[in-house]
């Protein structure tokens, strides 16, 4: 089957846009995670939602960010007012189960975000 | 939440050798999951080792875990160039990563 999705693959925005970064996780997945990944640096963790619910949302580095998973499955990110800090990787996983349980995360490819 | 804590940081060998790349944490863990990232893609997962078991393979891969170190360590065996990547633990189903190893094999 279809693994993790995401669009678009590359993005540039204008310092002051808002962007939509969407990610499609596989069918029937309770678990959806975001990260921002960094140029050289390691995946750090935005948010997290177990089917429609948002659970954790403390790595959200700004209130310029937000994120929804409305009837979840599709989640998009929402980056308002970008900033040239914003340019990175975002990378959207899913599980099959809740938090808590031992899963493994299938990840997507990513949306390279550039600011200008 | 926890994350891991990989090293080295950087570790470049020939194609054929072992390469050894080792995660430590600090409080109690249920499971330990390695993941492979190519330049430019999503994180690919390795393998998924539990508090309670000691050793794991899957193909070339080996994975150890020691709790009472409160450490893990990957190794794989017979590198080849299409090994390079960086590599990444991460805790229980937190999901919180370190920097990661970056593997560079020369041909």
């Known amino acids: 089957g279809a693994g993790v999705s995401q669009s678009p693959r590359y993005k540039v925005a204008k310092r002051g846009q808002d962007v939509a970064l969407r990610c499609d996780p596989i069918s029937g997945h309770v678990s959806l995670f975001w990260y921002q990944q960094a140029l050289g640096q390691g995946p750090e963790f935005l948010t997290y939602?177990?089917?429609?619910?948002?659970?954790?949302k403390s790595g959200l580095p700004s209130d310029r960010f937000f994120a929804e998973r409305p009837e979840g499955s599709v989640s998009t990110l929402k980056i308002q007012r970008t900033q040239q800090e914003d340019s990175a990787v975002y990378l959207c996983a899913s599980s099959p189960k809740g938090a808590g349980g031992s899963d493994t995360q299938y990840f997507g490819p990513g949306t390279r975000l550039t600011v200008l | 939440s926890q994350q891991g804590e990989e090293d080295p940081q950087a570790l470049s060998i020939q194609e054929g050798e072992n390469a050894t790349m080792n995660c430590s944490y600090k409080?109690?863990?249920?499971?330990l999951q390695w993941y492979r990232q190519n330049s430019g893609r999503g994180l690919v997962h390795l393998i998924l080792?539990?508090?309670?078991?000691r050793e794991k393979h899957s193909g070339r891969l080996r994975v150890t875990l020691d709790t009472s170190k409160k450490s893990s360590s990957l190794l794989i065996t017979a590198s080849r160039a299409a090994d390079t990547a960086s590599y990444f633990c991460a805790i229980n189903n937190d999901m919180r990563f370190g920097a990661g190893t970056r593997l560079t094999v020369k041909p």
């Open positions: 080792i539990r508090s309670n078991e």
């Open positions: 409080t109690s863990i249920n499971n």
């Open positions: 939602f177990q089917n429609e619910a948002q659970l954790d």
